[in-house]
Nanobody, 115 residues
Framework: QVQLVESGGGLVQPGGSLRLSCAAS????????VSWYRQAPGKQRELVGT???????RYVDSVKGRFTISRDNAKNLVYLQMNSLKAEDTAVYYC?????????WGQGTQVTVSS
């Protein structure tokens, strides 16, 4: 069974940093594109960025220069490093991949940016 599990969320002050992790099981995550999404209260889920199996990582304009997606293939992990956090980054963050044509989602991790 393919599973994704996010961790690393929490409460951080504006301007601070957090690193989220997405742990994959049941697949070799290095072979798959992985996306990070977020959903703020009352808003639709939005794509934050995607790291492909090969090639350049892409980000939504609102996080470019602040967020970085990377992989640790040895640990079967994908990270979302978030710097210079803003109140508007507050959301539940999800990682996602497509496995055999089906979307696989983690349970999400809450990130709250507040003073």
């Amino acid at each position: 069974q393919v599973q994704l599990v996010e961790s690393g969320g929490g409460l951080v002050q504006p301007g601070g940093s957090l690193r989220l992790s997405c742990a994959a099981s049941g697949i070799n995550i290095r072979l798959y594109a992985v996306s990070w999404y977020r959903q703020a209260p009352g808003k639709q889920r939005e794509l934050v960025g995607t790291i492909p199996s090969a090639g350049s990582t892409r980000y939504v304009d609102s996080v470019k220069g602040r967020f970085t997606i990377s992989r640790d293939n040895a640990k079967n992990l994908v990270y979302l490093q978030m710097n210079s956090l803003k109140a508007e980054d507050t959301a539940v963050y999800y990682c996602n991949t497509v496995y055999r044509g089906a979307m696989v989602w983690g349970q999400g991790t809450q990130v709250t940016v507040s003073s």
